[in-house]
């Protein structure tokens, strides 16, 4: 269950990235520090729903900084 949970997070974040031909450099940079937030907190955290929300945040402000 764990995988397939892994799997789809993974196939979510890349199939948002696709959408981000519009997006300023910053701005793609913050979506997917999201998304890879979100990856990593629910890895860290066994799936839980506040570590996916709080991974997906943290990575969201790390990449938004990032390009600034």
């Known amino acids: 269950m764990k995988t397939a949970m ?3 997070a993974i196939i979510t974040v890349v199939a948002s990235l696709s959408a981000c031909s519009g997006m300023s450099q910053q701005d793609r940079s ?13 890895a860290l955290t066994g799936g839980s729903a506040l570590g996916t929300v709080g991974g997906a945040a943290v990575g969201g402000i790390v990449g938004h ?3 600034k």
């Open 6 to 8: 892994k799997l789809f």
């Open 30 to 42: 913050t979506a997917i520090g999201a998304g890879v937030g979100a990856v990593g907190g629910a």
């Open 65 to 67: 900084e990032i390009k």
